[in-house]
T-cell receptor
């Protein structure tokens, strides 16, 4: 099946710093990628839809200036958490659909801990 | 509004059969998905239903009734490794690939 990678898998940072998370589709092109956040024992919460060549679409309540998304190519989307605070600590997961398929392929996730 | 309901937690015995239900109320419908998620890992795809009926894939089967807004995931011959959360998600026809997620059902398998 298709593969989506995420880097880093785990990051610990100090409050106030910025963290960049990369999501790559390894063997297919993804014009669209989704960024999710998941708090412990809760379901996935869609943060934004990343579109190659255009601006990301953010869900209600998600600050676009805090969560910067750049879909630089057909295989790479990045999420930058700017000026991270402890409440931003969460599991961040990206996914990419294959247009000819009904599946969405998920990256392995990034565990962010802000001290 | 958009709403997907599934039980919070279920317990079953190794070797047995378990059925996880999901009911949905969405503005549009373009398919229902089941995903498995182990703790600390990303979800993995299990099944997709867009037409009414049963889809069987090995030990796992998924059923859909669009008129009732209802689906279930059936797991047979349960194994300890099946202990995980099972997420029901609906694709809204008005937002091509976006999925609306249920809160997930944590399945605990006991020996």
């Amino acid at each position: 099946g298709a593969v989506v990678s995420q880097h880093p898998s785990r990051v610990i940072c100090k409050s106030g710093t910025s963290v960049k998370i990369e999501c790559r589709s390894l063997d297919f092109q993804a014009t669209t990628m989704f960024w999710y956040r998941q708090f412990p024992k809760q379901s996935l919460m869609l943060m934004a839809t990343s579109n190659e060549g255009s601006k990301a679409t953010y869900e209600q309540g998600v600050e676009k200036d805090k969560f910067l998304i750049n879909h630089a190519s057909l295989t790479l989307s990045t999420l930058t958490v700017t000026s991270a605070h402890p409440e931003d600590s969460s599991f961040y997961i990206c996914s990419a659909p294959i247009l000819a398929s009904n599946e969405q392929f998920f990256g392995p996730g990034t565990r962010l801990t802000v001290l | 509004g958009q709403n997907i309901d599934q039980p919070t937690e279920m317990t079953a015995t190794e070797g047995a059969i378990v059925q996880i239900n999901c009911t949905y109320q969405t503005s549009g419908f373009n398919g229902l998905f089941w995903y498995q998620q182990h703790a600390g890992e990303a979800p993995t795809f299990l099944s997709y239903n867009v037409l009414d009926g049963l889809e069987e894939k090995g030990r796992f089967s998924s059923f859909l009734s669009r008129s009732k807004g209802y689906s279930y995931l059936l797991l047979k011959e349960l194994q300890m490794k099946d202990s995980a959360s099972y997420l029901c998600a609906v694709r809204d026809e008005y937002s091509n690939y976006q999925l609306i997620w249920g809160a997930g059902t944590k399945l605990i398998i006991k020996p």
